[in-house]
T-cell receptor, first 114, second 115 residues
Framework: KAGVTQTPRYLIKTRGQQVTLSCSPI?????VSWYQQTPGQGLQFLFE???????NKGNFPGRFSGRQFSNSRSEMNVSTLELGDSALYLC?????????????FGDGTRLSIL | AQSVTQPDIHITVSEGASLELRCNYS??????LFWYVQSPGQGLQLLLK??????LVQGIKGFEAEFKRSQSSFNLRKPSVHWSDAAEYFC?????????????FGKGTRLSVIA
């Protein structure tokens, strides 16, 4: 079974630009969560999507948004990029219903803002 | 609110020595607890999980963890560390049902292994 796939692996942008990151979950998984990982703040929850609906949201500004498609693939968008958005963005998928199942993580997208 | 504390930011052990990584959580109900490991440049890999039942759980790569409700702890242990265990380790806590609340992660403990 293929794991969680995130593209691209690396991205360099400049301040003020916008970026879209993609995540393909494990086949059959309907929940996709996004996290931002930085050395100072650790892993911070951004949002979770389940069946194309946002189910939970973390404490991030509105510049961070996401969506999920009918095939469970998810995209995350960050607009008006700031230097502080430089981070590793991780996507995790799980079955998402009933009793909690472990999340399975992709290798992340490393975003650098110049 | 849920919270997870990993008191040790960085630990160094000798290869072949035993290891214990500490995790304390704060949660109002029965927690679901996880340990993940992250190697440089990669995502998180699940080591083990605790849902209910036996409080000593076995995971992959020879790791085990013990849930102690009275101490609100879920410490990770390994009897003999290998150089390949050098990585960052994260403890996480979640609610019973998917979708209720997101997982909350600790800040991580970086493990270095010396010869």
């Amino acid at each position: 079974k293929a794991g969680v796939t995130q593209t691209p692996r690396y991205l360099i942008k400049t301040r003020g630009q916008q970026v879209t990151l993609s995540c393909s979950p494990i086949s059959g998984h309907r929940s996709v969560s996004w996290y931002q990982q930085t050395p100072g703040q650790g892993l911070q929850f951004l949002f979770e999507y389940f069946s194309e609906t946002q189910r939970n949201k973390g404490n991030f500004p509105g510049r961070f948004s996401g969506r999920q498609f009918s095939n469970s693939r998810s995209e995350m968008n960050v607009s008006t990029l700031e230097l502080g958005d430089s981070a590793l963005y991780l996507c995790a998928s799980s079955q998402g219903t009933g009793e909690r199942q472990p999340q399975h993580f992709g290798d992340g997208t490393r975003l650098s803002i110049l | 609110a849920q919270s997870v504390t990993q008191p040790d930011i960085h630990i160094t052990v000798s290869e072949g020595a035993s290891l214990e990584l500490r995790c304390n959580y704060s949660y109002g109900a029965t927690p679901y607890l996880f340990w993940y490991v992250q190697s440089p440049g990669q995502g998180l890999q699940l080591l083990l999980k605790y849902f209910s039942g036996d409080t000593l759980v076995q995971g992959i790569k020879g790791f085990e963890a013990e849930f102690k409700r009275s101490q609100s702890s879920f410490n990770l242990r390994k009897p003999s560390v290998h150089w390949s265990d050098a990585a960052e380790y994260f403890c996480a806590v979640g609610a019973l049902l998917s979708g209720n609340t997101p997982l909350v992660f600790g800040k991580g403990t970086r493990l270095s292994v010396i010869a």
